[in-house]
């Protein structure tokens, strides 16, 4: 009986899936093979041949190094961080994380905009730059503006699962590990490092995947000249009207991040595997 009524619970978020998840997606592969003739909507593969244009090719290239660039950027800068933060006392480390966090509660727009007005021709930091007396930089709407905007939106989502490994670590391993006569970097790259793989692999795909999807921080900070894939669908979408077209990106585009999540997932379960074992 009580199976029965927990079943019934379950109904809103089946229906709630439905609508929202599986309906859409299916009217996504729809367009994407099909052409609009005379009315009509025809099956076709003139969508995914498109995508082979060189046009799009440099747009998919594009969006794809960025989001890589980003993703190390933010793992380079991010990992420091969540072991610094995880090595904090208790009693602090939770108000560090809060105001590391801080910034997300603001609306990612205006994050993005802040930008603008620090990195703009008369922007706080080229006021800075001429009040000590040096020249004036443009960052503004180059691929730097756009990488800046990708590593501060996104850099969180590379900390907070680092973090939350690195406080799951057995201190009693690391202890092991010094008793045994390892140094502090031995410790850190035979134990430490490879149990906060999983974090790592979740950190990664949590930045590379709204990274190479964006569309808000290249056409602010970019100014529209650097052109990624979430612009080119919200293009085909919003201004071209061109919803075969913009479908058929929009698959390739899922399908790209699941394979790097495949990967990711594989790698991670590589690494949960092979554990964090004293390797002297």
Known sequence: MRKNKG???AYPYIVWSALFIVVPLILILFFSFTVKENGQY????ENYNRLI???YSKVFLRSIWLALVSTVICLVLGYPVAYIISKIKLSRRNTVIMLFILPMWMNFLL???AWAAILGRNGLLNTFLTTIGLEPINIMYTNTAVLLGMVYNFLPFMVLPIYTVLIKIDQDLINAAKDL???SFQVFTKVIFPLSLPGVASGITMVF?????TFVISRLLGGGQYMLIGNLI???FMSVGDWNFGSAVSIFMMIMILISMAFMSKFDGDSNKEGGGLLF
Not at 42 to 45: D, G, M, R, T, W
Not at 209 to 213: I, L
């Open 42 to 45: 025809i099956f076709s593969l």
């Open 7 to 9: 079943s019934y619970l």
């Open 181 to 183: 006569g390892a140094s």
């Open 234 to 236: 919200e293009q085909q």
């Open 53 to 55: 244009d060189p046009i």
């Open 209 to 213: 995947m709204p990274a190479v999807s």
């Open 111 to 113: 994050r993005t905009y």
